[in-house]
């Protein structure tokens, strides 16, 4: 057997990678997920008390999920079984059922940890219920998309939800000094170019080691600039997956900062999802439909500009193309607001649905036959060009139904304009007595 890792240029002992080799031992020694691991977190509490309930552990790639796991079934003296939902089918689950149900029997409990337990369907996230319920397991399940859309309620029911959060800088920084003692060396790197390390991990802490690794094996006598680690580390592309969370988290957070006039986190925004590969005509759609909802009348060119924005990058296409969206998103964010159309719009949706059946009055409809003109269509309409004001002030509402009010203009940009004209007619209407 020697022989066959010598002739592969291996040895049978050779050393694990960086990031197992610093693997926590305690649950004290996780990094970044003090809020559940502290003295105080909900999952320390549950460890002191000797008693464990089954989780779902939510949170982006190298947080620690796997670990925790691992640790927990330490901790309380339970058999860990591993699956991951990748891999693994209902022969799998069924014959991990069977064992615990056996380690049961015999006086001992079971974690059984399912690594991206998302990927499981529905039918065979149901089948952990009675098992689940009765107590064979204790199921830690790891995901990195939201549980909410992801994992039936039956499940998640009987499981409690806890989020990890993202790495900071500072729980990565302790990443790095760790290394560092355990390779006996510091990082070969200036001090600007760790800080960009910390940068391209992305609050990944086993990418950071990863990394750091790399640096380490590099050998440099001299410590790299920013410029130097970026020729040596090739930039990964960013958490960011166009079918799921992420995507729907990122265009809101674009959309958001552009309702409230933030030009430049409305630009971040955009910039992040082109570079995680979003489409950019997705991007156009969502910005025309801010332009319509939250600019509104405030400044009516908006919706121009906003498929004008459209049109310019399918004739464009990227990479000049995007330089269009974010003159718009620039130009969206800058401009007064108003959602007055569209809160109108609902309104008058509702009330149509509440009055389906109702006539538009007589004097409004057109009368082209005789005996249309003898039941009254068309007589009392007053022409509005032939008012001296250009407003007759007539009822347009049916007969059935009391006036009301959907569009309130909110007095900002353009929509100031439309506003005194709308309240001069309110009060021409009200004067002839035809409110």
């Not at 050779?14 to 970044?32: F, M």
């Not at 990418?207 to 580390?233: C, D, H, K, M, W």
């Not at 003109?373 to 250009?390: N, R, T, V």
């Not at 304009?417 to 021409?428: D, H, L, P, V, Y």
Request: glycine share 8%.
């Amino acid at each position: 057997m020697a022989d066959l890792f010598e002739a592969a240029g291996l040895t049978p002992h050779a050393p694990a990678p960086l990031a197992e080799r610093l693997r926590p031992r305690r649950l004290d020694e996780v990094a970044g997920q003090d809020h559940l691991l502290g003295p105080e977190g909900p999952i320390r509490r549950m460890v002191d008390a000797g008693r464990l309930s089954s989780m779902i552990l939510w949170g982006p790639p190298g947080t620690g999920k796997t670990t925790i796991a691992r640790l927990l079934a330490e901790a309380g003296g339970y058999q860990l079984q591993s699956l991951s939902a990748v891999f693994s089918g209902v022969a799998d689950l069924k014959k991990a059922f069977e064992t615990a149900r056996a380690r049961r029997a015999a006086g001992q409990s079971t974690l059984l940890f399912i690594d991206e337990i998302h990927r499981f369907n529905r039918a065979q996230q149901d089948g952990f219920l009675p098992f689940v319920e009765e107590g064979i397991v204790t199921l830690v399940g790891a995901t990195t998309e939201n549980p909410s859309f992801e994992l039936n309620g039956a499940l998640l029911s009987r499981c409690q939800v806890y989020v990890l959060k993202r790495l900071d800088d500072v729980a990565l920084e302790a990443l790095l000094l760790k290394a560092e003692v355990a390779e006996g060396r510091v990082l070969p790197l200036e001090p600007e170019a760790r800080s960009a390390l910390l940068a391209l991990a992305d609050g990944d802490g086993r990418y950071l080691l990863t990394l750091a690794e790399t640096l380490f094996n590099i050998a440099s006598g001299q410590p790299l600039t920013t410029r130097q680690l970026g020729e040596v580390l090739q930039k990964r592309s960013p958490a960011y997956d166009k079918s799921r969370e992420e995507h729907y988290n990122l265009v809101s957070a674009l959309h958001k900062s552009i309702r409230g006039s933030d030009p430049d986190a409305a630009l971040y925004w955009l910039a992040r999802m082109l570079a995680g590969g979003e489409d950019p005509l997705f991007i156009a759609r969502r910005l025309v439909r801010a332009a319509a909802e939250d600019i509104g009348e405030a400044d009516p060119m908006a919706l121009v500009l906003a498929n004008a924005a459209k049109d310019t990058y399918d004739f464009l296409g990227s990479p000049e193309g995007e330089i269009a969206l974010a003159q718009l998103v620039v130009h969206l964010a800058s401009a007064p607001k108003s959602n007055a159309v569209y809160t109108a719009f609902t309104a008058a949706q509702k009330a149509a649905r509440e009055t389906g059946s109702l006539a538009p009055p007589a004097h409004i409809l057109n009368g082209p036959t005789r005996l249309m003109k003898d039941l009254g269509y068309g007589k009392g309409y007053a022409y509005d060009h032939d008012e001296d004001s250009g407003f007759s002030g007539q009822n347009y509402f049916p007969d059935g139904m009391a006036r009301r009010t959907f569009y309130k203009p909110t007095g900002r940009g353009a929509e100031a304009r439309i506003k005194e004209r709308i309240e001069f007619w309110s009060a021409e209407r009200d004067k002839r007595g035809k409110g």
